[in-house]
């Protein structure tokens, strides 16, 4: 099996709304939710994917040769490359029958353990997607990044137990899930968080903890000051605000005042070329999740595997052109950004 053999078995199977496209840019599933679309017009996912091809890399091939070496420390672990599976939940109602929460992420946790990436895992208004998943975590022996909603502080301190239980080496908040509906429902209520109530959640976790949703410089300051571990500049791949910015066009900005955060990067990012820019504006890794799911629906594991040596391949390349030979030689000399 090959890639596209791989995005064209999954149009056979991922329900009605994603198109497993060849370029997954948020156009044809704009507006589509449930499904894999954006909010409003859509505009938000496609202008993610738009703005990373309006970076453009500088070739340089008059360097030493060395051996490449694009391994990273993070989170107390080493991994292959800079590269995380992003969360997806609720799998069933946005991409069909196929796979539940369980069975989609046990296959996608595995697959990326395997080739020494992490991926984060999801979480929804039903308890059992936690469970199911966080189960998936241990049988993985916590290599992988549970995702927590912003629901009330009781409801996310019962969830970091059982993320403990799991082994789980650290854990985010997708905090821009505050725009989803069925959180502003709760009683007490769910949603934004006051930096002090981010503190106080922070000081409950035990491992690292990312704050998944920061778009601002200012945000990224509150992050900090709560006390995060990490950042992911996202804006929940346009699903929650219609005509935001993109991620490529916040990210320097927000980089400058991360301090000694971890800073990573998601949005619309579909390719190792695509890494490569986002760490010469700064960012210190990236997440990607849409190509996953049609990966896991088209191909399970062997469908991961290619997915994940096709962004490693084009990550190398990019990193041999440019004349870096390990990601502590990318610098932002290397591409020009035509916004």
């Given at each position: 099996?090959?890639?596209?053999?791989?995005?064209?078995?999954?149009?056979?199977?991922?329900?009605?709304?994603?198109?497993?496209?060849?370029?997954c840019?948020?156009?044809?599933?704009?507006?589509?939710?449930?499904?894999?679309?954006?909010?409003?017009?859509?505009?938000?996912?496609?202008?993610?994917?738009?703005?990373?091809?309006?970076?453009r890399?500088?070739?340089?091939?008059?360097?030493?040769?060395?051996?490449?070496?694009?391994?990273?420390?993070?989170?107390?672990?080493?991994?292959?490359?800079p590269?995380?599976?992003?969360?997806?939940?609720?799998?069933?109602?946005?991409?069909?029958?196929?796979?539940?929460?369980?069975s989609?992420?046990?296959?996608?946790v595995?697959?990326?353990?395997?080739?020494?990436?992490?991926?984060?895992?999801?979480?929804?208004?039903?308890?059992?997607?936690?469970?199911?998943?966080l189960?998936?975590?241990?049988?993985?022996?916590?290599?992988?990044?549970?995702?927590?909603?912003?629901?009330?502080?009781?409801?996310?301190?019962?969830?970091?137990a059982?993320?403990?239980?799991?082994?789980?080496?650290?854990?985010?908040?997708?905090?821009?899930?505050a725009?989803?509906?069925?959180?502003?429902?709760?009683?007490?209520?769910?949603?934004?968080?006051?930096?002090?109530e981010?503190?106080?959640?922070?000081?409950?976790?035990?491992?690292?903890?990312?704050?998944k949703?920061?778009?601002?410089?200012?945000?990224?300051?509150?992050?900090?000051?709560?006390?995060?571990?990490?950042?992911?500049?996202?804006?929940?791949?346009?699903?929650?605000?219609?005509?935001?910015l993109?991620?490529?066009?916040?990210?320097?900005?927000?980089v400058?005042?991360?301090?000694?955060?971890?800073?990573?990067?998601?949005?619309?990012?579909?390719?190792?070329?695509?890494?490569?820019?986002?760490?010469?504006?700064?960012?210190?890794?990236?997440?990607?999740?849409?190509?996953?799911?049609?990966?896991?629906?088209?191909?399970?594991?062997?469908?991961?595997?290619l997915?994940?040596?096709?962004?490693?391949?084009?990550?190398?390349?990019?990193?041999?052109?440019?004349?870096?030979?390990?990601?502590?030689?990318?610098?932002?000399?290397?591409?020009?950004?035509?916004?």
């Open positions: 099996m090959n890639y596209k053999e791989v995005l064209e078995k999954a149009k056979t199977c991922i329900g009605p709304y994603c198109k497993a496209c060849p370029e840019n948020g156009k044809a599933c704009r507006n589509q939710i449930p499904g894999p679309g954006s909010k409003g017009l859509g505009d938000t996912a496609i202008r993610n994917y738009d703005m990373w091809k309006k970076i890399l500088n070739m340089d091939t008059l360097t030493d040769q060395k051996t490449l070496d694009m391994s990273v420390d993070m989170f107390g672990k080493k991994f292959s490359m590269v995380f599976a992003g969360p997806a939940g609720a799998v069933k109602a946005h991409y069909g029958d196929k796979h539940n929460d369980y989609y992420n046990e296959i996608l595995a697959a990326c353990a395997k080739k020494n990436i992490a991926a984060f895992t999801g979480d929804g208004l039903n308890e059992s997607v936690m469970i199911e998943n189960a998936v975590v241990k049988e993985a022996e916590g290599f992988a990044i549970p995702t927590v909603k912003p629901w009330n502080k009781d409801t996310v301190l019962e969830k970091f059982l993320v403990e239980q799991s082994g789980a080496f650290a854990v985010a908040m997708d905090i821009d899930a725009g989803l509906p069925f959180l502003k429902n709760m009683n007490p209520p769910a949603g934004s968080k006051s930096v002090e981010m503190k106080e959640i922070i000081d409950g976790c035990k491992v690292p903890f990312i704050v949703g920061i778009m601002t410089a200012k945000a990224a300051l509150k992050a900090r000051e709560a006390g995060a571990s990490a950042i992911v500049v996202s804006n929940h791949g346009g699903r929650v605000l219609d005509q935001c993109s991620t490529a066009e916040v990210l320097e900005e927000i400058q005042v991360s301090g000694d955060m971890i800073v990573l990067v998601d949005g619309g990012i579909r390719s190792g070329t695509d890494v490569f820019k986002a760490l010469a504006l700064g960012a210190d890794g990236v997440l990607i999740c849409r190509p996953f799911v049609t990966a896991v629906y088209g191909g399970a594991e062997e469908g991961v595997n997915y994940i040596e096709k962004i490693k391949s084009e990550l190398e390349s990019a990193m041999q052109m440019c004349g870096a030979y390990s990601l502590e030689d990318i610098s932002r000399d290397m591409v020009t950004v035509k916004f």
